[in-house]
C-alpha cells in the first residue's frame, strides 16, 4: 500500500488550488490595473471598460476575488443560502463557476448587533460567498479608477489610507495660524437613501451588475424586502460605491484645494473631534 493509497488521493480542484502560482496571479492583475490607471489618466474610458471587461473575466481575476473572501474575517459567515467555502475543492470550484452570464445575486441575510450606545440596533447585511466573490473580482477592476480620480484629500473607504492620515491632514491645516472654520457634516441615511439612478449613471463600472446588487433586497426574519433605493450593502463591508459618493460630496465637487478642502473622514469621526477640540477652544468657529 502506498502512502497516498493510505492518506487518500488529492482531488483535482485540490491540486489545482495547492498549485496556484500566487506571484504570477498578482502580477497579472497588477498589469491590468497600471493599464485602467493609465487610460484613466488619459480620458480614455472605452479603454478602461474594455480592460475593467478583461480584468473581471480572467482567471487570475477570478483567482483573487475567490482567495480574498476566503481568508478575510468574514469568510466564516454565510449568507442566506448557508454556504461557506471552506475547502480548497471548493474555493476552486468557485473560481470557475464565477461568471457573469447567468449571474443573479441572492438577498442579503439582515441581521442586528447593538451599537456603541448599548440600547439600539444596527441592521448589517450579510451576502452570501459568490456575492462576495463578485464584489471583490469587480473591485479590482473599479480600485484603479477610484483612486486615480478620487480628491487628494478623501479617506474614506480607501485602500492604503487611515484614520492617521486623515488626523494628519486635520493638524497640518488646524496648525495654520488663526483658523477661522471647521465645518463638520453629516449626510442623514446617506448609505440607506442614495439614488440607485445616481449610482448606475456615476459609478464606472458593469452597470447590469451593478444594477442587479442594487436590487437584490435583503431577508429578514424569512420575510424578502425589496430594495428600492440605499446602498445594496449597508454594512460597509461593499466600498464599491462608498468612496464615489464621499468624491462626489467632497471636494470635487466644490473646487477644494489641500489647503482648504472638506475632510470625509468618516473613519476617523471621534479622533478628528478629538484633535480639533483644542482649537474650538482657541476661539475657532464650528459650523
Known amino acids: 500500500m502506498t502512502t497516498a493509497q493510505a492518506v487518500g488521493a488529492v482531488s483535482r480542484e485540490a491540486a489545482e488550488w495547492y498549485a496556484m502560482d500566487w506571484q504570477a496571479i498578482n502580477r497579472n492583475v497588477r498589469r491590468l490595473q497600471v493599464r485602467i490607471v493609465q487610460a484613466t489618466k488619459a480620458s480614455r474610458w472605452g479603454k478602461v471598460r474594455a480592460l475593467q471587461h478583461l480584468l473581471t473575466h480572467s482567471y487570475s481575476g477570478k483567482v483573487l476575488a475567490v482567495r480574498r473572501v476566503t481568508e478575510n474575517n468574514g469568510k466564516k459567515t454565510p ?35 447593538p451599537k456603541s450606545d448599548g440600547k439600539t440596533m444596527r441592521p448589517l447585511g450579510i451576502p452570501t460567498m459568490k456575492d462576495r466573490a463578485q464584489q471583490a473580482l469587480h473591485l479590482l477592476a473599479l480600485d484603479p479608477v477610484m483612486e486615480t480620480t478620487a480628491d487628494n484629500n478623501s479617506y474614506g473607504f480607501r485602500q492604503q489610507r487611515s484614520c492617521a492620515d486623515a488626523i494628519e491632514q486635520c493638524f497640518k491645516t488646524l496648525s495654520k495660524p488663526n483658523p477661522q472654520w471647521i465645518l463638520e457634516g453629516d449626510i442623514k441615511s446617506c448609505f440607506d437613501r442614495i439614488s440607485h439612478d445616481w449610482l448606475l449613471a456615476h459609478v464606472p463600472m458593469d452597470r447590469a ?25 449597508p454594512t460597509g463591508r461593499d466600498h464599491l460605491t462608498s468612496a464615489f459618493q464621499l468624491r462626489w460630496v467632497g471636494g470635487r465637487q466644490t473646487g477644494s484645494n489641500p489647503a482648504t478642502s472638506c475632510l470625509p473622514v468618516i473613519q476617523a469621526q471621534s479622533a478628528v473631534t478629538k484633535l480639533i477640540e483644542p482649537v474650538v477652544a482657541a476661539g475657532a468657529s464650528l459650523a
Do not use: S
Open 79 to 113: 449568507g442566506v443560502d448557508q454556504e461557506i467555502w471552506d475547502t480548497p475543492e471548493k474555493k476552486t470550484q468557485a473560481v470557475h463557476e464565477l461568471k457573469r452570464r447567468g449571474y443573479q445575486p441572492q438577498p442579503l441575510r439582515r441581521v442586528y448587533i
Open 209 to 233: 451588475i451593478l444594477q442587479k446588487w442594487l436590487k437584490a433586497g435583503y431577508m429578514d426574519k424569512h420575510v424578502l424586502h425589496e430594495t428600492m433605493d440605499g446602498r445594496w450593502d
